[in-house]
């Protein structure tokens, strides 16, 4: 069995602040029933025990838990700790003890009594309370196997449409985010919401495309100042064709800068920012499309979409970047689009037609299809930013194959031939 892709590429506060909805007081578990001071007390003792801790780990020296055993260590009683806290606040907002102080919600309060910054408070009011109707997520969250990033993830889902699937399918998706990347956790999940609510799928796909906007106004002085909001795919297009003129222009002022300096430049040798190359390239953009002749044939923008028709790993839709579209999304561009066709087929082979490729465009286009990112276990970079590598390499008898090629970024490219991998990366 195989399932066929098509990369489709045209050269073309519900209630108050925490926008989760309090639990109704039928639905509150027996240990969230509002509990009264002198119980919380009973754990002083823990407190100061916590305390006294920190103050140790506080007294070291860093370089005392900057190995990675410690760290990690150190991040998984943070993601605890940080569990133990948004429960408190939850409990805490149903509780009401907040109000005889004259604040309005339990965020005022905790924006002012303890000085907060209010979307930490809002943040940990949302998950304290999307934990008690989320028990695996909470108890991962609590031994610290998962942070509340991950729960961030799965909140949104708690609304009507999903809430059942949501208590159906918890297990899977908490056993999910326990071994997942964080990145890999959201496109797992946003796959897994298109599922259970394919209309507001397309619905809320539809709301992000209407608040796209752009401004541009002339400020006092006359700079202009400007803010644009695109959705996935129309970013992906503008943010493409940036990057690529950005890129030409760094590359130009890396070799002006070797000129210059007679040497290899470091990135802060360079006559221009990474911010003031991109305005210079928003700007070329403009001046190429203004002097365009008219008679001249319109490039189609050109993004990248993966699509899974037959369903052996699941419905795939998702750009390169790895953001997941809502299907409906993509029919406004077919019509535009020159279509690729890939065939993932068993063995981690692709097959990719050719459109005017060379044999080894086709097989570096099948590998970027089939890793999409930077293979080392460390790194995350998108396939259009990294390197295609022989496994077993060239000049040792590697073949020039897709079972013999894998991304690597720049960075982890060099790093390989410079001195070996990691453990881990070893092949
Ligand atoms: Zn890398």
Redesign the pocket.
């Known amino acids: 069995m195989s399932v066929s892709c098509d990369r489709v590429t045209t050269t073309a506060s519900r209630d108050d602040d925490s926008g989760i909805s309090p639990v109704p007081a039928d639905h509150v578990p027996t240990d969230h029933v509002p509990m009264s001071h002198p119980c919380g007390r009973l754990l002083a003792v823990e407190l100061d025990a916590l305390a006294d801790a920190i103050d140790r780990l506080a007294g070291a020296s860093p370089q005392a838990t900057a190995d990675p055993e410690s760290l990690l260590a150190l991040e998984r009683q943070l993601a605890r700790l940080d569990a133990v806290v948004a429960r408190a606040v939850a409990a805490f907002d149903a509780s009401r003890a907040w109000a005889p102080d004259g604040a309005r919600t339990a965020v005022s309060w905790l924006a002012t009594r303890g000085r907060l910054a209010r979307h930490d408070a809002k943040r940990q009011l949302r998950l304290g309370r999307a934990a008690r109707h989320l028990p695996e997520f909470a108890q991962a969250w609590t031994s610290g196997d998962i942070s509340g990033a991950h729960v961030d993830v799965v909140a949104p889902l708690l609304r009507d449409a999903t809430h059942d699937a949501l208590s159906r399918d918890e297990h899977m998706l908490a056993v999910q985010s326990r071994s997942l990347s964080h990145t890999a956790f959201v496109r797992a999940t946003a796959y897994w919401a298109q599922l259970a609510d394919p209309d507001g799928t397309e619905e809320r796909a539809e709301e992000r495309r209407a608040r796209r906007d752009v401004q541009l106004s002339e400020s006092f002085g006359g700079t202009w100042l400007g803010r644009l909001t695109l959705d996935p795919i129309s970013g992906s297009i503008v943010a493409a064709e940036l990057g690529r003129l950005e890129q030409v222009l760094f590359e130009a002022d890396w070799a002006d800068a070797r000129q210059r300096l007679g040497r290899e430049p470091r990135t802060d040798d360079l006559s221009r920012t990474g911010g003031q190359r991109r305005a210079d390239a928003l700007v070329e953009m403009a001046t190429r499309s203004r002097t365009m002749p008219s008679d001249g044939r319109r490039p189609a923008p050109l993004f990248s979409v993966l699509v899974g028709y037959e369903t052996l790993r699941g419905r795939v839709s998702e750009l390169a970047s790895g953001t997941v579209l809502a299907p409906g999304s993509l029919a406004r561009w077919i019509d535009r689009a020159d279509i690729e066709r890939a065939v993932f087929a068993p063995g981690r082979r692709v097959e990719v037609s050719v459109r005017a490729r060379l044999f080894t465009g086709a097989t570096r286009r099948a590998i970027e299809l089939r890793d999409r990112?930077?293979?080392?276990p460390?790194?995350?970079?998108p396939a259009p930013s990294?390197e295609v590598d022989h496994v077993v390499p060239f000049a040792s008898g590697g073949e020039t194959t897709q079972e013999n090629g894998r991304?690597?970024?720049?960075?982890?490219?060099r790093?390989r031939n410079d001195r070996p991998p990691p453990a881990a990366a070893a092949t």
């Open positions: 990112a930077c293979t080392h460390c790194c995350e970079q990294c991304l690597l970024c720049g960075f982890h490219n790093l």
